[in-house]
């Protein structure tokens, strides 16, 4: 932990969430001011990603290696969606996100990065025909969500728990449409699954049928064939 605090520079994040005192701060730090700098972010967004095709977003570990069965299904995975018509969109960094834009590229499809500022492991790939680079992370969580059609969630860390537990829980609350929700590598989820089923259920937090909101395959052709039946339903390709 000290090495990481050590690596930090202050970002959009940090800056904005920190408690303040009053008189203690340059006044074009102040929130009012920041939120010029958050619509800014919510524009270049909108502008940059308002006309391309309907997409899929793949999430999934920064640290996976390109030797990992993972990385290789992701790729796999992103060409098929992309050969189908569908753009592909990911956090624009190394491991998952690098598998899931070069199966885009070299399937020549629209293959777009959003990047956030971050202290390690966030480096830009090269495999991106749109990349955008975001201070916030709930700007950028936005834009996942927007121009979405469905998620396929890769092994992965705090950051990729953190985009399927939103979007179940806004698909759960019908803030957003049901669109496919799919959990690549059974093997990896098993726990998690079985910690839902025996424990959030059984206590009556969730309800039987949030378990049926995502799907679990360990096949790349499998995860892309869902997604497209449902865009091909839904007149999105």
């Known amino acids: 932990m000290t090495k990481r605090i050590e690596r930090y520079k202050p970002d959009g994040d940090r800056e904005l969430l920190k408690t303040t005192v009053e008189g203690k701060e340059d006044f074009t730090n102040t929130d009012p001011w920041r939120t010029l700098r958050i619509q800014g972010e919510f524009v270049e967004g ?15 570990s920064a640290r996976c290696k390109k030797e990992n069965p993972y990385y290789q299904a992701a790729v796999k995975t992103a060409e098929a969606l992309s050969r189908a018509g569908l753009s592909v969109i990911t956090g624009g960094g190394p491991g998952i996100m690098e598998a899931a834009n070069l199966g885009a590229h070299r ?9 956030i500022e971050l202290p390690f492991e966030q480096t830009p790939n090269p495999y991106q025909t749109i990349s955008l680079h975001f201070r916030y992370f709930f700007v950028r969580k936005m834009m996942f969500v ?3 059609v469905a998620f396929v969630i890769f092994p992965g860390g705090f950051g990729t728990m953190d985009e399927l537990f939103e979007s179940l829980t806004l698909v759960q609350t019908e803030k957003i449409e049901h669109f496919p929700i799919v959990l690549f590598g059974s093997g990896y989820w098993k726990g998690l699954i079985e910690w839902m089923q025996d424990s ?11 378990l049926s909101l995502y799907t679990i395959t360990d096949d790349p052709e499998e995860a892309a064939r869902a997604i497209i039946e449902n865009s091909r339903k839904h007149g999105y390709i």
């Open 200 to 210: 959030m259920l059984k206590e009556k937090c969730i309800s039987e049928e949030d």
């Open 46 to 60: 909108f502008d940059a990603l308002s006309k391309i095709r309907p997409a899929a977003a793949i999430f999934g």
């Open 107 to 115: 399937a020549g499809g629209l293959s777009v990065g959003c990047n």
């Open 146 to 148: 927007k121009y979405s």
